[in-house]
């Protein structure tokens, strides 16, 4: 099956910017999606890429580049409520996506 | 609107018991999804539905039947709970073409012992 690869841990300082990766497979590939996860909290959508190129929504942006199978999420300015898990999602034939393992990021003082 | 709710919110069964899960969205979504969410493994599809009255297997479908008998309900139902089956499960939908961007529950945390 389709398998995404994303760090497990990244680790920043309040007000820097972060860049989460996600390498991806190819088959199927539609485009890459990114979710936020707080923790006990559900999944809720940030970003979604279907061609190359970057996508902006405030302090978070989101890539895609096709002929890497790669893409990333940028987060700027960072707060401290931005300390969560980050998913990149394929979105593949038949409606479906298939998540990556998951970054959890940390935010420090 | 409420968007989309799942009961129950928490639940310890004993193996070999039974249980449905209940998910149910006012946001008119054709496309409604099972997920369970295991620590270090994200997010995996059990089941999913395009439409009233279709359903179809996703990921890790085995030991689990799902029914849409109306739009805006989507039920997940275990016949015989194992212990490999607790896990936090999650409810989803969307909009036709924008299965990308999925609107999730608040989720169920089962136990089973």
Same mark, same amino acid.
């Given at each position: ?25 190819? /088959?199927?590939? @539609?485009? &890459?999606?990114?979710?936020? $996860?707080?923790?006990?909290? #559900?999944?809720? =959508? ?22 890497? /199978?790669?893409? @990333?999420? &940028?987060?700027?300015?960072? $707060?401290?409520?931005?300390? #969560?898990?980050? =998913? ?22 | ?113």
């Amino acid at each position: 099956g389709q398998s995404l690869e994303q760090p497990s841990e990244v680790t920043a300082v309040e007000g820097a910017i972060v860049q989460i990766n996600c390498t991806y497979q190819t /088959s199927g590939f @539609y485009g &890459l999606s990114w979710y936020q $996860q707080h923790d006990g909290g #559900a999944p809720t =959508f940030l970003s979604y890429n279907a061609l190359d190129g970057l996508e902006e929504t405030g302090r978070f942006s989101s890539f895609l580049s096709r002929s890497d /199978s790669y893409g @990333y999420l &940028l987060l700027q300015e960072l $707060q401290m409520k931005d300390s #969560a898990s980050y =998913f990149c999602a394929q979105v593949g034939g038949g409606n479906k996506l298939t998540f990556g393992t998951g970054t959890q990021l940390k935010v420090e003082l | 609107n409420a968007g989309v709710t799942q009961t129950p919110k928490f639940r310890v069964l004993k193996t070999g018991q039974s249980m449905t899960l209940l998910c149910a969205q006012d946001m008119n979504h054709e496309y409604m999804y099972w997920y369970r969410q295991d620590p270090g493994m994200g997010l995996r599809l059990i089941h999913y539905s395009v439409g009233e009255g279709t359903t179809a297997k996703g990921e890790v479908p085995d030991g689990y039947n799902v029914s849409r008998l109306k739009k805006q309900n989507f039920l997940l139902g275990l016949e015989s709970a194992a212990p490999s089956q607790t896990s936090v499960y999650f409810c989803a939908s969307s909009p036709p073409g924008q299965d990308y961007e999925q609107y999730f529950g608040p989720g169920t945390r089962l136990t089973v012992t």
